[in-house]
């Protein structure tokens, strides 16, 4: 039986860059979605099955019909204002969700495990860039709900030796596929390029930023923003890894440099052209002045290099894909 990758989540933002860079790879793929959040039309390689990954039924018949090598895992929740309401919904979908999929991979053999996790599981207080042995410290449930996830992944690993993950946290994911033909259209949007390009479009009256009294160099948060093809490109890179030295790691994908929330307006302003309407607004709750990743484990390891790392693409190709959708 021919080898195939299972993305669990792949009709999602990132899960749906992740296959089309395995599609152009030549990797058989398998995608499992309940199309909660992703759409159909952002699958642009491999077989889609619309369904739970709750229901233990269709993963035994997933992983009986199929040769599985390895399962990226993308699926989940992860709008933080929402988690800090909602938590026992994070908990479900985000931890016992990841754990009912590893009890099937244990009952199935399924050896190479990819999880997305999240910068989210450092939490606040650190004025450095963060390594991946850094204290956690999540300060939401969406971090928390994450953050266990990962804690199953090692305990697993060390009780069945022939088990290996590879944990990928997330910093600030942006932007979309330079060939234009994916991106993100979640339906709750709170995140700042895609905001900022939504108001520079015409479609949000006025960009908020959500604090300006920060001990940071210009008042207001910075961020590591990641461009969504470079964060694909880890996962293809962490499952060559995976497949050939059979070891676990967690690693930080992020550029380590950072951005101010100003910065990325005016980017936005001077790639849209449109002087939009940005206002001062309170502090958000739960977020951390500074943020940002310590990436040489991640490019050591994996030999793994950015292409996209300007902001200035990153803004454009945002701003590109919701033209796109402007248009459909
Ligand atoms: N932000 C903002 N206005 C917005 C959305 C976000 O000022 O409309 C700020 C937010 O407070 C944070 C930064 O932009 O300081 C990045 O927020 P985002 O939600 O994009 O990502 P997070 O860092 O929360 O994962």
């Not at 080898?3 to 296959?19: E, R």
């Not at 995608?31 to 959040?37: K, V």
């Not at 050939?244 to 951005?259: D, I």
């Not at 200035?312 to 459909?328: G, I």
């Amino acid at each position: 039986m021919e080898k195939n990758i299972l993305v669990v989540g792949g009709a999602g933002y990132i899960g749906s860059h992740v296959v089309k860079l395995l599609g152009e790879n030549d990797y058989n793929i398998l995608i499992l979605d309940n199309l909660s959040t992703g759409n159909k039309e952002a699958i642009t390689y491999g077989e889609l099955i619309v369904g739970e990954l709750a229901d233990g039924n269709l993963l035994d018949k997933i992983f009986t019909d199929y040769n599985i090598e390895a399962v990226m895992h993308f699926a989940g929740s992860i709008v933080v204002p929402e988690s800090v309401e909602k938590p026992l919904e994070y908990y479900e979908n985000n931890t016992a969700n990841a754990l009912f999929l590893l009890q099937k991979c244990r009952e199935h053999n399924i050896l190479n495990f990819i999880f997305s996790s999240t910068a989210a599981v450092y939490g606040e207080g650190l004025s450095r860039e963060v390594k991946e042995d850094d204290p956690v410290n999540p300060i939401n449930p969406y971090g928390r709900s994450k953050l266990m996830v990962e804690w199953m992944l090692e305990d697993l690993s060390n009780a069945w030796n022939d088990f290996n993950y590879i944990t990928l946290r997330y910093f600030n994911v942006a932007g979309a596929d330079p060939d234009g033909k994916i991106g993100q259209s979640s339906p709750i949007c709170t995140h700042l390029i895609k905001r900022a390009a939504l108001t520079a479009l015409g479609e949000i009256d006025e960009l908020q930023i959500f604090g300006t009294d920060y001990d940071t160099s210009d008042g207001t948060c910075i961020r590591d923003y990641i461009h969504v093809t470079d964060l694909a490109q880890a996962h293809l890179d962490a499952l060559a890894y995976l497949v050939k030295e059979n070891k676990s790691h967690v690693l930080n994908c992020g550029y380590g440099v950072g951005h101010s929330v100003k910065e990325v307006v005016a980017t936005m302003k001077e790639v849209s052209g449109v002087d939009f309407k940005s206002t001062p607004a309170a502090r958000r709750a739960g977020d951390p002045p500074f943020l940002m990743s310590n990436p040489e484990k991640i490019k050591n390891l994996l030999s793994w290099g950015p292409k996209y790392d300007s902001l200035k693409f990153m803004v454009e190709s945002a701003l590109n894909w919701e033209k796109h959708l402007q248009q459909r």
